[in-house]
């Protein structure tokens, strides 16, 4: 496994904090035996490669082999591991729910950027400043020339992750309720892969499993697309299936989904959470109601 890690020249790509070229050995430290050291690899990724929700080069180069090591059946944080792949896919979903993600809109935005990304001094180059980096490259750039390298940047990374799709169904039929949930969530972002993965969700929204599973499936069938019925009377999955009705119906979402959405942006609820989102349902509540007609 990760044969081909050090076949990449980490030290000419970048990461927030210089040469990515720690990332090999952090990769690899995500299959020790050692939970700690798994922990702390995790969390070096998560500041590195995707800090304060920023993606960089060396982030889409780093997917494929933390799919890898996802993949392995002796893989020890497979949840944990998905969740990283979530926020590397779509930074912080607060900024996305009930909406979901405009990927034809980043498509369009980081048109070009490829480019502009594959004429930035790297580490090695004369024009590379030890202190300073490509700054003064991005710099003269015209903004929608910055905007359009930065979405190219944040798009590999979302492709890189959507490579790893049926991977996520895979992991939908684990014995682990944690790793089942985290998968759901992740399946929720790729809106084009909807058609092959609306079964699988549906297959996982149902009554007879954990409350958090089946809310976290109802949100994402509603990202791809489709609404549930309110047949389940679990709070939390009750306001799942309103948060998906207000994605696919909006304003037309039925009337009871809006007094559900309207109860708990009341407070009601205030202490539920659900894995893997990253803000409160409160919060996702209140968000939704702005969305609906007065």
């Known amino acids: 496994m990760l044969e081909r890690l050090d076949g990449v020249d980490w030290a000419r790509i970048t990461h927030a904090y210089g040469p990515a070229t720690d990332v090999p050995d952090l990769i690899k430290d995500l299959c020790a035996t050692d939970p700690d050291r798994r922990e702390k690899a995790r969390w070096q990724l998560y500041g590195n490669i995707f800090h304060q929700g920023t993606r960089y080069e060396a982030t889409a180069y780093a997917v ?35 909406d979901g993600l405009p990927i034809e809109e980043q498509r369009r935005a980081a048109e070009g950027g490829a480019m502009l990304l594959a004429a930035a001094p790297h580490p090695g180059d004369d024009e590379w400043d030890e202190d300073e980096g490509d700054a003064q490259y991005i710099e003269a750039l015209s903004p929608q020339e910055q905007e359009a390298m930065l979405a190219h940047v944040s798009l590999a990374a979302y492709e890189a992750v959507r490579r790893g799709v049926p ?34 969700l549906a297959a996982t929204a149902g009554s007879d499993v954990d409350d958090a599973l089946a809310a976290t499936a109802r949100v994402s069938m509603g990202l791809l697309g489709a ?6 009377a679990r709070p939390v999955v009750r306001w799942a299936t309103a948060i998906g009705q207000v994605r ?20 009601a609820g205030r202490d539920e959470r659900v894995p893997f989102l990253d803000g409160d349902l409160v919060g996702y509540a209140t968000l939704a109601v702005d969305r609906l007609a007065p």
């Not at 014995?175 to 993965?197: N, Q, S």
């Not at 696919?248 to 407070?267: C, I, K, M, S």
């Open 167 to 200: 991977l996520y169904r895979a992991l939908l039929r684990e014995d682990d309720t944690g790793v089942r949930t985290a998968a759901a969530y992740l399946l929720g972002w790729f809106p084009e892969d909807a058609e092959g993965t609306l079964p699988a």
């Open 248 to 267: 696919v119906f909006g304003a037309g979402a039925g009337q009871e989904a809006v007094d559900e959405l309207r109860a708990w942006a009341g407070g």
């Open 64 to 98: 494929p082999f933390l799919l890898e090591v996802l993949a392995d059946v002796e893989c020890a944080d497979q949840g944990e591991l998905v969740r990283l792949l979530a926020a590397i896919a779509v930074g912080y979903d607060e900024f996305w729910l009930p």
């Open 227 to 232: 609404a549930n019925e309110f047949d389940d």
